[in-house]
């Protein structure tokens, strides 16, 4: 048994470290968003595997369900036609650096610092044949209206904000809103000003 | 618990919450014509609103907190003495006017640094909404302001968070409004980039902010004690308790402090956290940048003064060259290093008065950190004047630069530019604005009898009692420095030469908002004690 | 679980999660690619709470809150986000962040 778990954290981990790699390394962003999806089911089940099942249904809910759909959509709507051949990653010694600082933090800072603290895990509780008793959905209700009722209403407060905001950024007026064009309208377009200019450029 | 009585306490910010839904609503429930004169009343409408809703709550606040009197307990009880007496109780005094009540749930202090921090923060909105009220009209006015409300509402919990998630709700609360105000004028180039700059840098700091505030909370999960309730190990004095019997397991927890430095430094713009600065800095408008330049730091000082003295204090070292070297105060002073030399030798060559003033935004948060650095000493008392030297230097860091920022306005109203070259001989043309202008300089620079002088020399005086004189060496060094660059500033307001010569028009409610400014700088720098002696009040006891 | 993987495995993963959304964060081109690497961030700090509630205090919701409040907050920021990052496509039509870098200096 602890084997098929060792096993199964281990494809968890491939999936979320893989997935993330190709998130910041694939060329097209639409990719990209694809292998975040992935990476955030990835996630989802290793909540899984530590048994906080709501927060895995929650994440797969919001995370994978709103906001993965929202950045596909933004990039459906920021697509450039022109834009694929684009470098998509800071150029020379820069991109160097960037890689050198992640490695570096990891391995130096974050490895030796965790993998050396004294964790006091306290044994499973619960008489035997029981299992622990584990805080879950209930607690969580509960803690919402007792413990951490005031962070819950300023969450409102702040999801309200981002709502307003968001409208206020994006909003056009009637008149200046221009229906947005797809790539072969544009590629027509485009095609059509470079006919009408070579003429008048001989 | 939450109980019933802790709804006063809050007062300030359910009142900006309140007054932020009024100006929403006194926008939608209403038809407005499409005529620019009914577009300009719209405008009008909401600016006013927000003005005298947040001179509104500033003297109600003021009346909360006791500061300029409280109610003795012999006055018989009518309707209005009950109002005030319980709007006292909620008040940092508490409800006899000797002890403070415990945070509210354990997440939200309001004691004495909370209530100043409320009022600093509220005076600012209250300046910048001034500020506003004439600047160019914009496309959402009624939005424009709510989020100014909602941003405030979110500084003041910042100042009193002390609890990890309340922190950072308080944080994003703040900083989500600020985004959307600096990148609020879409069609101008700049203002849109610096929306978008402060954005991505925003996202990013608040990422590793979390990634710190998660091993923190780990390693108080980890000590053998355990929580009490479920709220317990967020706090940060119960993080400080639990931590600290850890033993053999410091790595994890100044890692986490590590992280939550770098993640409010980006907010108090601390090099090298400091990159977004001058990019947002420039291009939001100008009322807007001197809001975030002023009340958002101020926040973040205060933010990190709570989360250093109370979840790190076994962390704390000392900032003095010797056997105790290390620390976060010995981190902050190397940082106030940096921000020092940087801020002050980066606004040298700058040819925009605004892109200069914000560099100089910068230098002055290194000597705020000197403030923080007076931690290290030894003795209780050093300490608290160390945090009564930070909100000194805070209140009149937020005065001054409200007040440059402003003149600046309405000089780019009237001229169409911020360049130095564009305050060319501003006094011929408008002489009061000049010379409001160069004591808001004056005061930057650290002139006596001004108040920006007094600042620094608390400053200066808390960083020596911390056994960290070279630090205050490099401080004074580059305070010379800064004059340069000051200078240049007053020498294109008094002697240049202008390009045309007739007077400028300012707008009224921009010329009154400096005005204000301006009174307090003086009135700060020729009576310190009135304040100080409020701040010495505030008691902040390691751990607590 | 806590019987087979140690606590350092998990967050040793986390670890990796936020260093690769840090490099992503900091290298890519594309202002949603940027925004991408800012969720991965996100997603390694809820891991490292979830991990730290089920192996060292798993009686109290803490961690678990935490996180929820993390993702709520994390979906309101990549809203704002992304309504600004299309407001700013609709007017310069690109959303590569060195092209929209005028300021300087």
């Known amino acids: 048994m602890t084997l098929v778990i060792q096993l199964i954290f281990g494809l968890v981990a491939a999936l979320i470290i893989g997935a993330a790699m190709m998130v910041v390394l694939v060329r097209n962003v639409i990719h990209a968003a694809l292998w975040l999806i992935a990476c955030f089911f990835g996630v989802g089940a290793l909540y899984l595997l530590l048994q906080a099942e709501f927060l895995a249904v929650v994440q797969v809910l919001i995370y994978v369900g709103a906001i993965s759909i929202l950045i596909l959509f933004a990039i459906m709507l920021t697509r450039q036609v022109t834009g694929e051949g684009v470098r998509q990653l800071v150029g020379g010694w820069r991109l160097w650096l960037t890689v050198a600082i992640s490695a570096l933090l990891f391995a130096v800072v974050i490895v030796p610092t965790v993998a050396s603290q004294q964790w006091n895990v306290p044994p499973p509780l619960g008489p035997e044949g029981a299992p622990e008793p584990l805080a879950g959905p209930a607690e969580l209700g509960r803690g919402f209206v007792s413990e951490f009722l005031l962070q819950f209403e300023v969450a409102g407060v702040l999801l309200t904000v981002a709502l307003i905001g968001a409208i206020v950024v994006a909003y056009e007026e009637r008149a200046r809103r221009r229906r947005v064009l797809t790539l072969a309208e544009e590629h027509e377009l485009r095609k059509r000003a470079a006919a009408s200019d070579q003429p008048a450029g001989d | 618990m939450f109980q019933i009585t802790d709804i006063p306490r809050l007062l300030p910010e359910i009142l900006l919450l309140v007054l932020a839904l009024l100006v929403l609503g006194s926008d939608i429930f209403e038809r407005w014509g499409r005529t620019p004169e009914a577009q300009l009343e719209r405008v009008r409408s909401s600016a006013s609103l927000t003005c005298i809703g947040l001179g509104l709550v500033f003297v109600i606040a003021l ?16 309707l209005f003495t ?9 008040g940092p005094a508490g409800p006899t006017g000797a002890e403070t009540l415990p ?15 409320r ?6 909105a209250f300046l910048t909404s001034l500020l506003c009220l004439d600047y160019r009209p914009n496309a959402h006015p009624a939005e424009f302001y709510a989020l100014i409300l909602f941003a405030t509402a979110g500084m003041c919990l910042m100042a009193g968070a002390t609890e990890l998630v309340l922190a950072y709700l308080a944080v994003e609360l703040t900083s989500i409004p600020l985004y959307i105000l600096a990148g609020y004028f879409r069609n101008d180039a700049r203002s849109a980039e610096a929306g978008m700059k402060y954005f991505l840098f925003g996202a990013l700091s608040s990422g590793i902010l979390l990634y710190g505030m998660s091993l923190a909370y780990g390693s108080a999960a980890s000590a053998m004690a355990g929580a009490v309730t479920a709220n317990d190990l967020t706090q940060l004095a119960r993080i400080a308790e639990l931590a600290g019997q850890g033993g053999a397991g410091g790595g994890v927890l100044t890692l986490g402090m590590l992280f939550v430095i770098a993640g409010v430094g980006y907010k108090i713009a601390v090099v090298p956290f400091h990159g977004w600065a001058p990019d947002v800095y420039q291009g939001a408008p100008t009322p807007i940048t001197a809001f975030i330049s002023t009340a958002s730091k101020a926040a973040g000082f205060v933010l990190l003064l709570r989360l250093l003295v109370s979840a790190f204090p076994a962390l704390a070292g000392s900032a003095a060259l010797g056997p105790d070297l290390g620390g976060w105060t010995s981190l902050l002073a190397l940082l106030a290093l940096l921000t020092l030399l940087v801020g002050n030798l980066a606004a040298l060559p700058q040819t925009s008065a605004k892109r200069l003033l914000a560099w100089s935004s910068v230098a002055q948060a290194g000597f705020m950190l000197l403030a923080l650095v007076a931690w290290a000493a030894p003795q ?4 608290d004047q160390g945090v009564a030297a930070l909100l000194y230097y805070l209140v009149v860091y937020t005065l001054t630069n409200l007040g440059a920022f402003g003149a600046l306005a309405a000089v780019a109203l009237a001229v169409g530019g911020d360049e130095i070259a564009d305050l060319n001989g501003l006094a011929r043309r408008h002489l009061p604005l000049a010379v409001l202008l160069t004591l808001c300089v004056l ?11 007094f600042a620094k020399f608390y400053v200066f005086m808390a960083g020596w009692q911390a056994g960290a004189p070279w630090l205050v060496v490099v401080a004074l060094a580059t305070t010379v420095v800064s004059l340069y660059y000051y200078l240049r500033l007053l020498k294109a307001i008094f002697i240049e030469p202008p390009a045309e010569n007739t007077p400028l028009t300012t707008p009224p409610g921009i010329t009154a908002a400096v005005a204000l400014a301006v009174a307090g700088i003086v009135v700060l720098g020729l009576f310190p004690n009135l304040v100080l002696n409020v701040f010495s009040r505030v008691q902040l006891v390691a751990g607590l | 679980m806590t019987n087979a993987i140690p606590l350092e495995a998990v967050l040793v993963v ?16 594309n202002m949603v690619g940027i925004l991408m690497g800012v969720e991965l961030m996100l997603n390694a700090v809820n891991i490292n709470l979830v991990a730290f509630w089920r192996y060292l205090e798993p009686r109290f919701i803490t961690g678990q809150t935490f996180a929820l409040f993390v993702i709520a907050v994390a979906a309101a920021e990549a809203a704002v986000g992304l309504a600004m990052i299309i407001a700013i496509y609709r007017s310069w039509q690109t959303v590569n962040a060195d092209s929209v870098d005028s300021l300087r200096g």
Do not use: E, K, W
């Open chain 2, 443 to 453: 005061s930057l620079a650290g002139v006596p009898p001004l108040a920006g002088f």
């Open chain 2, 82 to 90: 009950n109002i005030i007496r319980n709007l006292q109780s909620g």
């Open chain 2, 380 to 383: 209780q008392f050093d300490r």
């Open chain 2, 103 to 117: 945070p509210i749930i354990g997440a939200f202090a309001t004691d004495h640094l909370t209530m100043i921090a």
């Open chain 2, 119 to 124: 009022l600093a923060l509220i005076g600012a």
């Open chain 2, 63 to 78: 009346l909360q907190s006791g500061y300029v009197f409280r109610l003795p307990d012999d006055v018989p009880a009518n």
């Open chain 3, 14 to 29: 986390a670890g990796a999660l936020f260093c690769i959304g840090l490099f992503g964060a900091l290298s890519r081109r």
